[in-house]
């Protein structure tokens, strides 16, 4: 008796396996006949529908599937340069960037996700290409100045890598005059023979106004404004919902409190500690937000897409419906909340002895501040009302410090960049850019946080969980190569050594501090090192010297914590993990990836363009302050009393002519052999403003 042929599983991985095993391209019969799917031809096309969007395969003639790495192809973002040309940044880890010539650009605009293949190498390491498809567009709104000649408008975009052509018809323009900054809905992309159509959406309101900018930002970064009415109705019903303490631990009679920022509206973590015998029991709460978004829910699909909240001066994009995150999933004091515990044992030198991981139900006594926990540490003891509360909090103190101790030991980096704070007067006008104070406090919940972060990722790699790590690669050799001959000028030197370990440069930031080049030597080498990113392998996390790093704590505002959390909750509960979940573990680390990377872009313009709005009625001011930057073309300056960074041109140094020293990142007079160095203090007059171009410029005030 003949055996029965296996039918072979249908899925995105064994339809690319098939392809690559195969060696040329397909049709969709061959396809479909390989899979025994000849009746069900719409069900094949549409995942290679779906393969074709993600760059995995590309029709071809012939009505021909081939996989895109077969063809010489490669997937990226689109950047573009004002002069007309662009780079594509593949999205493949590792790979250089490609070279895109004026007219090989096509029809993609600045942004878009593309298909390029690669058609040769330029001059040193650099490869050239040409886009071949356009895979997603990535601007539906573009921020310009609405211009019109009274027969037909145009739109002139802010930002100057939009190089193509976009007509405004004036029955388009709604009320927007001529000379106007709006928010513009593109109706028709560029094609070969047309340029792009669009239609006002938005007239955009005084620019000097913080939600103003805040709108550019939204609209600029395409970051999601309003939840679907199913996501903000499912949210509404899943806050209504009794909290029951059946199945989980009931802690509500134990001292747990937050501590936040004044401006702080949601509340992931809540903290609880005892003092033993022989050391502390920590208990760190997080909201249970994986019990109220379920996967492939409205509410999930939501979150998956705007991948993490966004902060701004003025305002917070979030990634959950408010009813969720500063409602039921937000820890407020003196309210029941369903969290996920990490209860941690450590001894009196810090060595986690044990520790337990469970749902439960708590009950926050108080909301805290920063300033008012630092009061309580600094001796005020009427900064904060509540016996428990205090001895809590010096309790925390102790073990903060020894988990610090420890923590900096082992090599972990600690860099101290100060963050801008913004001030804004009741009618949204920025009154003062400043420093943010890092006190003790703040760290008391740092380390709180990494070590609960560090103890999930444990708990669930040691059973063979598959998950999201936080990662942070080594740096490159040729960064820290330069890193390490700049210092050597600075009189500093790093180890003789092959590969550098997280020590050898925490050492290095121990050894600066306190002294001029501390605040030099910790922004080049932050620079130096790599960004940190999520993925499902685990290569440990350089910057915090760990082995093993996940994000948990803050499930309200990044999508990477809600995932961790559902993987834990299913192991909590005795599922088995599944192999299936890899490939949507890959796919969803490399989203959430990217859009972090998003919001910090935008969050970090938002805070550049207040900068600049706030010093447009200073110009004439004198201001001392610090050389933080030095290129060919001048030198960078970051004002002390006010969180703000200008350029003083090399045009506007009459007394010498200066040239730029790469090895010592300075500028040298070649006659006086004056030297701006990178640290150097100076003192600066503001000369212009530029809100368009976002540029300060200043010049040095002579004694």
């Not at 103003?212 to 970051?223: F, G, M, S």
Request: charged share 30%.
């Amino acid at each position: 008796m003949a055996r029965k042929k296996k039918k072979k599983s249908f899925s995105a991985e064994n339809v690319l396996k098939f392809m690559a095993r195969t060696g040329r391209p397909l049709t969709l019969r061959e396809i479909c006949r390989h899979f025994g799917l000849t009746k069900q031809k719409e069900k094949v096309k549409i995942l290679l529908e779906e393969l074709e969007k993600k760059g995995k395969i590309i029709q071809v003639s012939s009505k021909r599937y081939g996989l895109t790495k077969k063809m010489n192809l490669v997937v990226g973002r689109l950047s573009c340069h004002p002069d007309g040309y662009g780079f594509v940044i593949p999205e493949e880890e590792g790979k250089a960037d490609i070279f895109i010539s004026p007219r090989h650009l096509k029809e993609a605009m600045h942004g878009d996700r593309v298909l390029v293949r690669v058609e040769r190498k330029r001059r040193g390491k650099l490869k050239e290409g040409e886009i071949v498809r356009i895979l997603e567009r990535r601007n539906k709104y573009i921020v310009g100045r609405f211009e019109t000649d009274g027969q037909v408008g145009f739109l002139l975009p802010e930002e100057e890598r939009f190089t193509t052509e976009i007509i405004v018809p004036l029955s388009w323009a709604k009320e927007a005059a001529s000379g106007q900054m709006v928010v513009a809905e593109i109706v028709r992309y560029p094609s070969p023979n047309r340029g792009a159509l669009a239609k006002v959406a938005k007239v955009l309101g005084d620019e000097s106004l913080a939600s103003t900018h805040a709108e550019i930002v939204t609209y600029k970064y395409n970051l999601p404004k309003d939840f679907s009415e199913e996501a903000l109705k499912e949210a509404e019903e899943r806050a209504k919902e009794p909290i029951s303490v059946e199945g989980r631990r009931d802690l509500r009679k134990l001292t747990f409190f937050t501590i936040d920022g004044e401006k702080a509206r949601d509340f992931d973590d809540a903290v609880g500690i005892k003092k033993e015998r022989n050391g502390y029991r920590l208990f760190v709460s997080i909201a249970d937000v994986g019990h109220y978004v379920r996967p492939g829910s409205a509410l999930d699909e939501e979150a998956y897409m705007r991948g993490n909240s966004v902060y701004f001066p003025d305002r917070v994009l979030p990634m959950l419906p408010f009813a969720l995150s500063q409602g039921i999933c937000s820890l407020n004091p003196n309210e029941d909340r369903l969290a996920i515990t990490v209860e941690m044992k450590f001894n009196k030198q810090g060595d986690l002895l044990n520790y337990d991981i469970y749902e439960s139900v708590i009950r926050s006594k108080a909301r805290l501040t920063y300033r008012q926990v630092q009061a309580v540490l600094d001796g005020n003891t009427e900064a904060i009302k509540g016996k428990r509360i205090v001895r809590a909090l010096h309790y925390m103190k102790e073990l903060a410090e020894i988990l610090l101790k420890r923590r900096l030991e082992r090599g972990s980096l600690d860099f101290d960049l100060p963050e801008p704070e913004v001030t804004l007067d009741l009618l949204g006008h920025t009154t003062d850019i400043l420093r943010a104070e890092r006190l003790f406090s703040h760290r008391i919940i740092e380390e709180f946080m990494i070590a609960a972060n560090e103890t999930v990722a444990m708990h669930l790699t040691e059973r063979e969980w598959p998950m999201i790590y936080r990662v942070h690669d080594r740096p490159s050799g040729d960064k820290i190569a330069a890193f390490a001959k700049f210092i050597e000028t600075l009189g500093y030197s790093l180890p003789k050594t092959r590969e550098y370990t997280p020590l050898d440069f925490q050492n290095l930031l121990n050894e600066v501090k306190d002294t001029p080049h501390e605040f030099l030597v910790n922004r080049l080498l932050l620079r130096s090192l790599k960004q940190a990113r999520y993925s499902p392998s685990n290569i440990g996390h350089f910057g915090l010297a760990s082995e093993c790093y996940t994000h948990f704590t803050s499930p309200i505002r990044r999508y990477a914590d809600l995932v961790v959390h559902r993987l834990l909750k299913k192991q909590l509960q005795g599922a088995k993990p599944k192999k299936k979940w890899i490939e949507v573990l890959e796919t969803t680390a490399q989203h959430i990836s990217e859009r972090e990377r998003i919001a910090m872009e935008a969050e970090r313009e938002i805070i550049d363009r207040l900068r600049v709005q706030f010093m447009t009625n200073k110009v004439g001011e004198e201001y001392e302050g610090v050389i933080s930057g030095v290129t060919s073309f001048g030198f960078f300056v970051e004002l002390d009393e006010v969180f703000v960074e200008g350029l003083v041109r090399l045009s506007s140094l009459h007394d010498d002519y200066y040239l730029f020293s790469e090895r010592t990142f300075s500028l040298i007079g070649k006659r006086t052999k004056r030297q701006f160095r990178l640290g150097d203090r100076v003192r600066v007059r503001v000369i212009n403003v530029n809100p368009s171009r976002r540029e300060i410029e200043l010049h040095l005030v002579t004694s």
